[in-house]
């Protein structure tokens, strides 16, 4: 069965750094468009930013632009957001995504 794993949320300061992974399985990798949604308290899950299965078409949220980069390894069956100049406004449950399959979220939190 399909399975979106993901990881490396936590707690870090406005300007800090943290690296989101999304380990898959249950399906053909190589071939699938992924994504990475969030969802604050109280509003709606939004897309975040989303790249091919080969990783030649990538797209990025507005309020992401410039500071966030998602990727891929096809090797290793994992989807990646990296994301810099972290902002309180990016505090949120992430998920990872695949057609209608989501994973279980890992809280990011930017806080002084």
């Known amino acids: 069965q399909v399975q979106l794993v993901e990881s490396g949320g936590g707690l870090v300061q406005p300007g800090g750094s943290l690296k989101l992974s999304c380990a898959a399985s249950?399906?053909?990798?190589?071939?699938?468009?992924m994504d990475w949604y969030r969802q604050a308290p109280g509003t709606e899950r939004e897309l975040v930013a989303g790249?091919?299965?080969?990783?030649?078409?990538?797209k990025y949220a507005d309020f992401v632009k410039g500071r966030f980069t998602i990727s891929r390894d096809n090797n290793k069956n994992t989807v990646y957001l990296q994301m810099n100049s972290l902002k309180p406004e990016d505090t949120a449950v992430y998920y990872c995504?695949?057609?209608?399959?989501w994973g279980q979220g890992t809280q990011v939190t930017v806080s002084s």
């Open positions: 995504h695949y057609q209608r399959y």
């Open positions: 249950g399906f053909t990798f190589r071939s699938a468009g």
């Open positions: 790249i091919s299965s080969g990783g030649g078409t990538i």
